[in-house]
């Protein structure tokens, strides 16, 4: 198996180099060359292992130049590392119903589904580096919107090999979130806040990388810039792995028969978490529909649709922060994976550069609709569906979770599909106090990181660990730069 890019499929790489680089240089995004397959007798066989057993058997099929044993060490050090999971499954399943479960996928260090992949992206990279002879030290550079910074800083802090520096824009993430990242332990981490919002950040790095002087200077001083964002392969892999062990442990529990068909309904922002859904589908794991839920910035639904993608609308900020985004990278992947040929993708995704809009051929649209479902919900309904699963099973959703239970009846009610769904749940409830108090009704608030505290009392369940600890916590980064400044702090850092 090798890999190739989206825009060119006459660019070949192997897993290792496609990992080390991150983006195709046609711009396009990498991906592998075919899908490998599951059969019915290999989750049966899956059932019984645990989840660092299942992503080594996952995991292996799509990296041909990694041994099991290597793999195996990166499943250990990733989820089973004491105080990492909180929870000794990983990824644990919550059934609220015989035909309505959570997956809950922010266990982890940061309380995020991020940190599924980006606990094990780190070993897949120093591994890859290590594989296509690369003997700099990996300068990661993160541009984030609250989530994906923390999640990258727990993920790289201290292995070996990396560097890891993350841009938050001063005004733009929660007070939560900030004080996750500036209270980040590690002696290979660095944080600094931008002047400006996210876009300043983000293109700030995209500056950064794209400067060959700099690029020259950091070589010379044994580092070169490599990124972990979601477009990276080595972050899309470590997801499709809990996808096909939610099926296999379902059917081990006895809630479906093996072959059962299952709907997962997955809370979506820039595609990564829905794609890695739609792989486990194609390798053979018997998902039923993929539902592709959304909040008010909706360009996905009307996608899905449509068949049209245009990013020309109003922005809107809601209380689902990680899924406002209008331009969802890792759509790219999707239309290649339906059979669009790479000249296709590059004449939509310039369309999109330029125009902010495309369409689908009708027999690419056919094939998306064929697996996916899609649907959105504004903030009002979000809080309602937290407030009501609360009330009725004590059940606490956090509002990007609650965005899919919301799509997930709606189709329910519009289709009268009765197939078993898998409910994504992708950040804990304390990451998002402030909303969830508003949900149940709570108007008084705590000051600062007493928030925590008083949604553990309001809901009678302790808070994560990580969180519940941040209050008694040193600030280690008081760090501010205009966006001119962010190429000095990355030399200050080195
Ligand atoms: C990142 C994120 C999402 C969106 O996931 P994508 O892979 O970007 O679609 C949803 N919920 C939470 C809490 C996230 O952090």
């Known amino acids: 198996m090798h890999y190739i890019s989206t825009r060119d499929s006459s660019l070949r790489c192997t897993a290792a180099e496609a990992i080390v680089r991150g983006l195709s240089r046609d711009g396009g995004l990498l991906l592998p060359s075919s899908i490998p397959t599951l059969t019915l007798e290999d989750l049966r066989a899956m059932g019984p292992m645990d989840y660092r057993q299942r992503a080594v058997r996952v995991m292996k099929l799509y990296l041909e130049e990694f041994s099991e044993d290597e793999l195996a060490d990166f499943a250990a050090r990733a989820y089973a590392v004491p105080g990492k999971f909180d929870d000794p499954a990983v990824a644990p399943i919550h059934s609220t119903h015989h035909k309505t479960h959570f997956l809950e996928l ?35 550079l993160v541009a984030t919107s609250g989530d994906t910074g923390k999640a990258a800083l727990e993920g790289f802090r201290d292995v070996a090999g990396t560097k890891i520096l993350v841009f938050y824009p001063r005004d733009g993430v929660s007070d939560i979130q900030k004080l996750q990242m500036v209270t980040q332990e590690g002696g290979n981490v660095g944080v600094c806040a931008v002047e400006g919002n996210f876009d300043d950040a983000q293109s700030g ?19 070169f810039l490599s990124s972990a964002n979601s477009i990276n392969w080595g972050r899309v892999l470590p997801q499709i792995v809990y996808y096909v062990s939610t099926y296999a442990e379902l059917a081990h529990r006895g809630d479906i028969a093996l072959g059962d068909p ?52 109003p922005f809107h900020t809601t209380i689902s922060p990680s899924m406002d985004i209008l331009i969802s990278s890792n759509l790219e992947r999707l239309l290649t994976l339906l059979g669009a ?21 009708p027999a ?75 949900a149940l009704g709570i108007a008084d608030r705590a000051a600062g990181t007493g928030v925590i505290g008083q949604l553990a009392e309001a809901a009678g369940q302790p808070a994560p660990r990580p969180l519940a600890e941040l209050a008694g916590r040193a600030v280690r980064f008081e760090g501010v730069t205009d966006p001119a400044g962010m190429a000095g702090a990355v030399r200050a850092m080195l």
């Not at 980006?118 to 296509?132: F, G």
């Not at 790095?205 to 580092?223: N, P, Q, T």
């Not at 709907?263 to 390798?283: D, E, H, K, Q, S």
């Not at 790479?342 to 369409?359: K, N």
């Open 205 to 223: 790095v995209k500056r950064i990388f794209s400067d060959e002087a700099m690029r020259a200077e950091l070589a010379a001083r044994g580092c």
């Open 341 to 361: 040929s790479d000249g296709e993708v590059r004449g939509y995704m310039e369309q999109l550069r330029t125009t902010g809009r495309y369409q689908v051929a």
């Open 106 to 140: 922010w266990h982890g260090p940061t309380c995020a589904f991020k940190d599924m992949a980006l606990q094990m992206l780190p070993h897949l990279l120093t591994a890859s580096l290590r594989k296509t002879g690369e003997d700099k030290t990996a300068c990661i």
């Open 364 to 438: 690419l649209l056919e094939q998306i609709q064929e697996a996916f479902c899609c649907g959105f919900c504004d903030d009002g309904r979000t809080k309602n569906a937290i407030g009501k699963v609360f009330s009725h099973g004590r059940y606490l959703m956090d509002p990007h979770t609650a965005v899919a239970y919301t799509v997930m009846m709606d189709h329910r009610a519009a289709t009268g599909d009765a197939t078993p769904t898998v409910v994504v749940s992708t950040a804990s409830p304390f990451k998002f106090c402030d909303s969830v108090l508003d």
């Open 262 to 313: 299952v709907n997962f309904c997955v809370p979506t922002g820039n595609f990564g978490n829905i794609l890695a859904g739609y792989y486990a589908r194609r390798m053979g794991v018997p998902i039923g529909k993929l539902i592709c839920a959304s909040n008010a910035n909706n360009v996905l639904t009307d996608f899905i649709r449509t068949g049209v993608y245009d990013r020309n609308r």
